[in-house]
Structure formats: structure tokens, C-alpha cells
């Protein structure tokens, strides 16, 4: 039985009219440790029972068995409740010992497939800041999936296909060396990207000649097709150095180019339900009783737009994986868009469309500015890391000259730098990113919590690594309690995470740990030779585990030394 559980039992021997459903429900966390572990309200009863809130807790508490607990005792309106900390802290020390990878583990989903659309850059442009958002929220919540017991599917949907393709491909055979491409292909593409672009508004001839070379792409030109297959190959190799660093790896690489010779099917289901519309020469689909604009599903010269694609896409995946939810983390400003494109897939009958999430999130601008590809304002996300790496090689060598693996560990500690400052965050906020913020060992920080980590399992190579196999376990030391405390709800906090697609609650549970320890630290003479040394280690110890997993879901390394 858990310690909530405990209540429960406890407080429904004395409320026996009260399901514990609804006991449990009513129980809260004190935030103070002087109101217990536990509280209960008694506001909710004083309807029923016609007495004051206070009454009633002093009558209830006369009724409350408190053996196993402390003690239990009435503050006002609420019964609070003192756990046997000796007892329970044991308990959770033993229980994160035992198996410390699957601590915090649970099993709702059952194995159930999710698809998570995530990163998704185009080709031929860099990977700006922007694209650090998708790819590291979209890890973190495949991240939690697996921990919650589901089997994630992470999607790599790449914008490899679309009428900027044939922008660039008329840029290049206008302006174009392919010698200069071959020496600095991304670099060079984008350039001219952003050259087309940023002339057009002068020479609207540029636009058209966009169209047509995407019209002979989708028609399988020949020399539009070898143009295309030359930038995504070198766009991948580009990405796929960056995909290392971060450390993600994905199951699938098919964009929106794999696609095009399936959506024929999704235009002809569409026919045959009678939903595809014309309207001014383009296909249609009317979604007005669900108060949103027309879908445009085809244009009127017949080429296929991002709907069209994503239609078909989410249907292959449906067969192909069977999910039990379909992800995509995307930027706020798609969400209607994806509105309509659930609607659609309602409209025609699928009802797995309801599993079908948007996981949006914020903006993010670098030093305060925002960023755009399209006019060549973005910064790399490499540069950024890389940066990172340096800053963080700086700060080891002045804390830790002699440490044997610094390079490796300032990679760990740079990369993690920048995937923690995004995902502490509420996603759905905008972020302001400033690199001299982020690589910081002191503060709300990636390093702050690896330093945690490197400290507790530092203590643990002083005391010779210390054996805990087959130890009973109680913890005396009134000081560790509130570590304790936040170990235990390790569990209910992934839960909490995966439910809601929110990385940053681990975030903010790592930075809390962090803290309680170090606070310890501070305080306690963790190596000194008593009866209670041993219990002191294995909090370190299980300390170390859970900053280690946690950082583990959130995509961030855990050095051992820093």
C-alpha cells in the first residue's frame, strides 16, 4: 500500500458513507512540512453534516486510527497527516535501489503504438534554433511514452517536397555553380533561398518560375528529379551530424516526398463521400459546421498541397502502425491547421481521428529577436551547440583542470545545456534564448542538475562505492525527509508529464531534487563513521538514480564527473 493510500484506508474506516475514490480525490499535499505529509479538507462535508469545517475535523479525527502513522492531528478545518518517516523513507530508499532503472515506470499504455511527428526540417535550408523546439520536446515525450508503457514511433517528417523546392531549383539553375554547392552545400542553397525570395516582390516572374519547376517535380522531370535527390541527400548528411549530437535517433525518415504516389486514394475517398468541392478551379472540402474555413485539398492547376499530404500521411500511419495516439509537435501557429485537417479525417468517417493530438509549442527567439529562414535571419542550431560545447569545456576547466574525460563530459554538459533551458519551459511559452544563461552551473540549469548528479555519485566513489543488496533499510536522519518526499512522487510526476505532453514538469522535478540535495549537502556530514551511514549513502545513491533518469526522459547526459 502507498502512503496516499494509507490515508485513504485510514480516513475511510472513519467516513464510511464516502467511497475512496472520493477521499482520494480530496487529499491534498501540504506545501509546508509543519501541516504533515498529508492534508485532508473538511470543508466539503460541513453541507451534509450541518457543522462548522473545524467541528467537524476534531470529531473525525477522534475516529481516525493512527496507528502507522506518526500522528495525526487536526489544524483548523484540516486533518493532517505525519508519516513514520523512518518507515516510509526506508521503504522508498529499498524500493528505488532494487530496480532503479524501472523506478517511476508504469504500464498505461500497455504497449500501445504512438506516432510522434517530430523535427521535420525542410531540405536544403539549415537546421535554425527553431527546429530545436520539435526535435527535443517530441524526444521527451517518446521519452515518457516508454516510461508510461507505451511504444513510441518517432517520425522524422521531412519537408521534402513543395513549391519551395521549385523556388530554390529555378534560384540555382538561375544563379547556381555547382562546385560552389558541392564545397558548402546547405550554406550555399540556402543562400540562394534567400535570394529568390528577397527579389521576388521586384520580379514576380520568379514566383511562376517556382511553380512550374515544383509542377515538373511532381510530373517526375528529369532533371528537376536529380536536383531534388542531390539536396536531400546533402541536407541529410548535414542533419544527421547535428541528430548525433542531440543524441535522437528516429524510426522513420519518409516526409511528405513518400507520399506522392498515395494520395490519389485519399483524393478519390474524398470523391466518394462527396466532400471534395470545387471552388474557383480548386478542390474543397467545406468544414463550416465545425466553424472552420474550406480545407483546400487541391489546387487548380491539380497539384497536391501540405493537406493533401498529411491526409494521406495520417491514414498510412493509422495501417501501417496501428496507433493508439498519433502526435504532432508542432508551432503554435499551425494549430489551425490542424484543426482542419482533424475535421477533415472526422468528416470522412475515420473515428481514430480523435487520437490524433497537437502538441504545440512556443516560439523561439534568440537574444530577444525572432527568426526567419525565408530572409536569411536564423541562426544555426550547430553554431549554438557547438558554442555551447566551448563555453561549457571553459567553465570545467577552471572548476575541474584535471578531469580525465573533459571533452566528452563538455559535450554532454554544452548539448544538455541547451536541450534543458528548452524544456524546463512550459512548451507552449514563448522561449528567449541566451547562451550565456544557459550554460551556467548555478540557477535554474541543465549543469546545475548534472553538477547534482557528479556531486551525489562523487560521495558514493569516497565511500568505496558502497553495496546495499539485501539491506533493510529505515532512515532516522529527520533532515533527508523532504528528499524523501520528493523521490516518492517521482512516479506520479511522469504520469502527470505523459499525460499532458509536458517535458518541463520533469524539468522543474529535477531542478526541485537538485536542490534538496545540495541543501543536505550543505548541511549533513554525509561520510562521517555512525549507525546511520549506510542509510545516507543510499539516499545519495537513490538520489543519484532519479536526477540520472530524469535527465534520461528530458534527452540530457548524466556525467559522473564534472
Not at 523546392?165 to 554547392?181: D, Q, R, S
Not at 551530424?241 to 516526398?257: H, M, Q, R, T, W
Not at 551547440?385 to 567553465?395: C, E, V
Not at 534564448?433 to 551525489?456: M, N, S
Amino acid at each position: 500500500m502507498d502512503e496516499k493510500q494509507q490515508v485513504v484506508a485510514a480516513l475511510a474506516a472513519a467516513l464510511p458513507d464516502l467511497d475512496q475514490a472520493t477521499l482520494a480525490e480530496k487529499i491534498e499535499r501540504p506545501k509546508d512540512n509543519k501541516n504533515g505529509d498529508y492534508a485532508f479538507p473538511t470543508f466539503f462535508l460541513a453541507k451534509t453534516l450541518h457543522k462548522a469545517p473545524q467541528l467537524i475535523a476534531q470529531e473525525l479525527v477522534a475516529k481516525v486510527d493512527p496507528s502507522g502513522f506518526e500522528k495525526v492531528a487536526v489544524a483548523g478545518p484540516y486533518i493532517n497527516f505525519f508519516l513514520d518517516k523512518a518507515k516510509v523513507g526506508g521503504n522508498v530508499l529499498m524500493e528505488i535501489l532494487a530496480d532503479p532503472a524501472n523506478y517511476g515506470s508504469s504500464d498505461l499504455g500497455h504497449g500501445g503504438n504512438v506516432t510522434i511527428d517530430m523535427s521535420s526540417p525542410n531540405i536544403a535550408k539549415p537546421m535554425g534554433m527553431g527546429h530545436l523546439r520539435s526535435t527535443v520536446i517530441g524526444n521527451a515525450i517518446a521519452n515518457l511514452m516508454t516510461k508510461t508503457g507505451y511504444h513510441p514511433v518517432k517520425v522524422n517528417h521531412l519537408g521534402d517536397w513543395g513549391t519551395q523546392f521549385g523556388k530554390l531549383m529555378a534560384a540555382y539553375k538561375m544563379w547556381g555553380n555547382e562546385e560552389e554547392v558541392k564545397a558548402d552545400p546547405i550554406n550555399t542553397l540556402q543562400r540562394y533561398y534567400v535570394k529568390i525570395n528577397t527579389e521576388a516582390d521586384e520580379h514576380p516572374e520568379y514566383a511562376d518560375m517556382g511553380r512550374e519547376w515544383f509542377k515538373k517535380l511532381e510530373d517526375g522531370d528529369e532533371e528537376a528529379y536529380r536536383l531534388w535527390v542531390w539536396f536531400r541527400k546533402e541536407s541529410l548528411k548535414r542533419f544527421m551530424k547535428i541528430y548525433k549530437l542531440l543524441d535522437v535517433d528516429f524510426d522513420s525518415y519518409n516526409g511528405e516526398a513518400f507520399y506522392n504516389d498515395k494520395m490519389d486514394e485519399i483524393i478519390q475517398l474524398l470523391k466518394d463521400k462527396h466532400l471534395l468541392q470545387e471552388s474557383r478551379g480548386a478542390g474543397i472540402v467545406d468544414l463550416s459546421k465545425y466553424d472552420l474555413n474550406p480545407a483546400m485539398v487541391l489546387k487548380s492547376d491539380g497539384s497536391t498541397l501540405y493537406m493533401t499530404r498529411d491526409l494521406t500521411t495520417a491514414l498510412f500511419r493509422k495501417r501501417m502502425y496501428g496507433f493508439a495516439k498519433s502526435l504532432y509537435v508542432v508551432g503554435a501557429e499551425q494549430e489551425y491547421y490542424f484543426g482542419q485537417l482533424k475535421a477533415v479525417l472526422t468528416e470522412m468517417g475515420f473515428e481514430w481521428a480523435k487520437q490524433i493530438h497537437y502538441i504545440k509549442f512556443g516560439l523561439m527567439s534568440l537574444n530577444g529577436k525572432k527568426m526567419s529562414t525565408r530572409k536569411g535571419n536564423v541562426v544555426q542550431l550547430e553554431d549554438v551547440l557547438n558554442d555551447s560545447i566551448k563555453m561549457a569545456r571553459q567553465q570545467i576547466a577552471e572548476k575541474n583542470p584535471t578531469l580525465a574525460n573533459a571533452d566528452e563530459v563538455a559535450e554532454q554538459v554544452g548539448v544538455g545545456a541547451v536541450i534543458f533551458h528548452d524544456l524546463k519551459n512550459d512548451r507552449r511559452n514563448r522561449v528567449d534564448f541566451r547562451l550565456e544563461d544557459v550554460v551556467k552551473f548555478e540557477g535554474e540549469t541543465g549543469p546545475y542538475v548534472q553538477y547534482a548528479h557528479a556531486r551525489a555519485e562523487s560521495i558514493l566513489r569516497k565511500a568505496g562505492k558502497p553495496s546495499f543488496d539485501g539491506v533493510e533499510l529505515a532512515l532516522h536522519d529527520e533532515n533527508a525527509w523532504p528528499i524523501v518526499k520528493r523521490l516518492s512522487q517521482y512516479g506520479e510526476t511522469v504520469e502527470r508529464a505523459a499525460a499532458n505532453y509536458d517535458p518541463s514538469l520533469i524539468g522543474k522535478y529535477a531542478l526541485a531534487l537538485a536542490k534538496d540535495f545540495n541543501q543536505y549537502y550543505a548541511h549533513t556530514r554525509i561520510l562521517v563513521d555512525d549507525d546511520q551511514k549506510l542509510e545516507r549513502l543510499a539516499l545519495v545513491q537513490a538520489v543519484s538514480y532519479v536526477l540520472k533518469s530524469a535527465l534520461a526522459i528530458l534527452g540530457v547526459k548524466a556525467p559522473d564527473e564534472m
